[in-house]
């Protein structure tokens, strides 16, 4: 079946550091690929997106490129700010031929903390 | 444009009693889809709708149902309460399911006593 691994944290920077959280996926077919965030107390919101190999999803600096070859869509953001102080998910869906009717595959999450 | 209204926001129930939680979509969407999210076992997929059918389901006993209505809304009831539903039940909502992006509501917080 379909998997998302992602390291979860929590992960403490300071602000303005550069920021990595991995993601690794298992899956059969072609899925898309998300990242979702998620402020204390709300749902979870799109982040970014990516739907082929080699597609790079990018929102408010944010940046995640689909690596077919790695099985791996990592978040990266250049410089962090508290505000981004979060969990952020990586999640796929639509691996399958049945136009993806299986929901999202979301990874544990990863708390996301930015000292100031 | 409105976003996925969830209500309602907060219950608290008893063990052996049942629940029911409502989402509105997005004007449009026809998907609709449930997710528990519990700190042990993260966002897991509970079901799917489309169009008033269920199209897929994933891992939770049968005590998890749900329905959807002509115009979109869907509904999830929860049977015979246990202490391990306690979670926050999230929404999405998306124009045809599958790859299409999701949007989610804000959540509704059960707790189980």
């Known amino acids: 079946g379909n998997s998302v691994t992602q390291m979860e944290g929590p992960v403490t920077l300071s602000e303005e550091a550069f920021l990595t959280i991995n993601c690794t996926y298992t899956?059969?077919?072609?899925?898309?690929l998300f990242w979702y965030v998620q402020y204390p107390g709300e749902g979870l919101q799109l982040l970014l997106k990516a739907t082929k190999a080699d597609d790079k999803g990018s929102n408010k600096g944010f940046e995640a490129t689909y690596r077919k070859e790695t099985t791996s869509f990592h978040l990266e953001k250049g410089s962090v700010q508290v505000s981004d102080s979060a969990v952020y998910f990586c999640a796929l869906s639509g691996a399958g031929s049945g136009g993806g009717a299986d929901g999202l595959t979301f990874g544990k999450g990863t708390h996301l903390i930015i000292q100031p | 444009k409105a976003g996925v209204t969830q209500t309602p926001r907060y219950l608290i129930k008893t063990r052996g009693q049942q629940v029911t939680l409502s989402c509105s979509p997005i004007s449009g969407h026809r998907s609709v889809s449930w997710y528990q999210q519990t700190p042990g076992q993260g966002l897991q997929f509970l079901f799917e709708?489309?169009?008033?059918?269920?199209?897929n389901k994933g891992n939770f006993p049968g005590r998890f149902s749900g329905r959807q209505f002509s115009n979109s809304r869907s509904e999830m009831n929860v049977s015979t309460l246990e202490l391990g539903d306690s979670a926050l039940y999230l929404c999405?909502?998306?124009?045809?399911?599958?790859?299409?992006?999701?949007?989610f509501g804000q959540g509704t917080r059960l707790t189980v006593v």
């Open positions: 999405a909502s998306s124009l045809t399911g599958g790859v299409t992006e999701a949007f």
């Open positions: 709708y489309f169009s008033e059918t269920q199209r």
């Open positions: 899956a059969t077919g072609y899925p898309s």
